[in-house]
Each structure stands twice: as C-alpha cells, then as structure tokens.
C-alpha cells in the first residue's frame, strides 16, 4: 500500500549530491528540478551533452513548472562518492550507459532506476548490491528536445518509491520538496506491475500503427481493450490484480494528442524499448501459462517491421 510522505525537517534543509544518469527527458527534468531546488546535481553522459550541459546548463520548458534554466556538473563519469544516483537512460543503452558509474565510485549511494520495465532492478542488484537499489516508477511526459533542453508536457511528475530501505521516507521527501509528488510502498512488485500493465498496451499500439492515443481509442478500439486484458490477466497472474475498466477510463482521458515514449522513439529512428515492456509481458505471460495474442502479434510485427 502506497503512503504519502510527510516532509521532514532534516530533508527539506539538507542539501543532497545526486548523480543522474542519462539527462534526457526524464532524467533531464529531475536534474532541473532538484538544482533549482537547491541540491548539487551531477549529470553524467555522453561529452557532447556534457558540453552543453557546462556551457548552457539545463533548459526547461514546463506546463507544471514554467520556463526556467539552472546550472548544474556534468561528466562522462562518476568519479565521487554522491547520496543519491538517479539511472534514467534508455533500457536499450543500460549495460553500456552503466559502465559510466563504476560500483567503485557510487560509494554508499542510494540508486533509484526510473525505467520503462520490470526486469531491471535484479541487474542493478548485481551491480551495485541489493540494499543500495531501490525499485522506482515514474509517471510523466517530458521529452529531450537537444542537450540540455527539456520539454515537460504533462500537468503531473509523479514518483512511486517501493522497498524497505531505511532512506526511502526521506527521499520522498526531498523529492517531494523538489516539486515531484512521491510516494512509498514496501510492494515493488505491485509498484512495477501497475505500471507496465497500463503502459504496454498505450506503447505498442500506439508504436504500431503510428497513431495518437485518441485515434487509438476510436480507431483500435476492440484491439485496445483486448491487449489492456491481456495485460491485466498476466499481472493479475503475477500477483498484482489489474483492473481493465479502469485502465481504459485513464486512456479515455488522455489528451487525443498523447504519444507514447517509445512512439516518439520510432518517429525520431530511435531503438526501440520492446524488450523491456512488450518482451516482459509476454515472458511473464508464458511462465503463467497467460494466452497473449495481440501482445504476441504487435511484439512480431514491431519486430520484424
């Protein structure tokens, strides 16, 4: 069950040293957020977007946030010990987007990935050491538009913080601080499973057919509501019980406009996050013996396409 942290003295006043690797549109906007609010923020990638980030710092054009700029560090690697390492890349580039943060060099660090997918905390686990890897999701459409620019669409930043680690309260805290509502549950398999059980059908459909999600709704709707079953009958299997009616009264109110990530993706001949959000349904949904034809249709055609 998911609780709202209350805002602690110490976190609201202590400033925080956070790494974010991978400054992108997720990544790129919490950077914005948490300097402003006051922390030493380290953003770690590649030397073209390193130089932007030192020249220019971070851009941000928000709906929620308004139009602000903020300074922050910027290396191809970590090279100090920080509280906190947000991993906010691509699931696509992980293992080599990894090697810039050496085990060595995180110290004692609490590490938050706020990944599309379900599979990837058990790699970090191995990494980095369990206690120090926390499970996250993130809800948010925020887009990378150059180096350094970040466009914030959504009128929400909202973070699901799940696990028993002892730091996770005060996190929430500061994150919350920060402008991005946070929560904390001790469930990280209902925390994963509730979002990729609505963001697989939104991302593979619209991916597919190359189409908003209000032409999706009206266009596809039967295959909608069938792929949203399918993807509530595999987390139900998995322990996480999902409500179809539900999800599709969240898509029913989304702005017509709305894309998926992995959309925007392929329309800018990206790499594709199918392994991680349609490759994960459909391996949960064999070890449960869960029928999943659209899923496994769109998968091979995505694939294949």
Not at 36 to 46: K, L, N, S, T, Y
Not at 68 to 94: M, N, Q, S, W, Y
Request: aromatic letters at 4%; glycine letters at 8%.
């Amino acid at each position: 069950m998911f609780t709202s942290s209350p805002l602690s003295h110490a976190a609201a006043t202590r400033p925080w040293t956070v790494a974010v690797l991978g400054p992108g549109g997720v990544g790129g906007l919490l950077a914005g957020l948490l300097s402003r609010a006051g922390h030493r923020v380290i953003c770690v990638a590649r030397r073209d977007t390193v130089r932007a980030l030192r020249q220019d710092g971070i851009r941000v054009h928000s709906s929620q946030f308004g139009d602000f700029t903020t300074r922050v560090e910027a290396d191809t690697e970590l090279r100090e010990p920080v509280d906190l390492c947000l991993i906010t890349v691509k699931h696509t580039v992980l293992d080599t987007a990894l090697e810039r943060i050496p085990p060595q060099a995180v110290g004692h660090a609490l590490i938050l990935p706020l990944l599309n997918g379900i599979e990837h905390p058990s790699l970090l686990r191995e990494r980095y050491g369990a206690q120090q890897v926390a499970a996250g999701v993130i809800r948010v459409e925020s887009t990378r538009t150059a180096p350094g620019t970040i466009g914030h669409g959504s009128p929400f930043t909202e973070i699901d913080l799940a696990g028993t680690q002892e730091r996770l309260p005060s996190l929430a805290a500061m994150l919350t601080e920060a402008g991005v509502q946070t929560r904390v549950s001790d469930n990280e398999t209902a925390a994963l499973w509730t979002k990729l059980a609505f963001l697989a059908p939104f991302a593979l459909l619209t991916t597919r057919y190359g189409l908003p999600i209000g032409e999706v709704r009206t266009e596809r709707r039967e295959e909608l509501v069938a792929l949203v079953e399918e993807a509530a009958a595999v987390s139900s299997a998995c322990g996480v019980p999902a409500d179809p009616a539900r999800a599709l009264a969240l898509y029913d109110a989304f702005p017509a406009h709305s894309k998926s990530s992995m959309q925007r993706d392929a329309e800018a001949e990206r790499p594709l996050e199918l392994d991680a959000i349609g490759g994960a349904l459909l391996r949960a949904a064999e070890r449960h013996g869960i029928p999943a034809p659209i899923a496994t249709r769109l998968m091979s055609e995505l694939t294949t396409g």
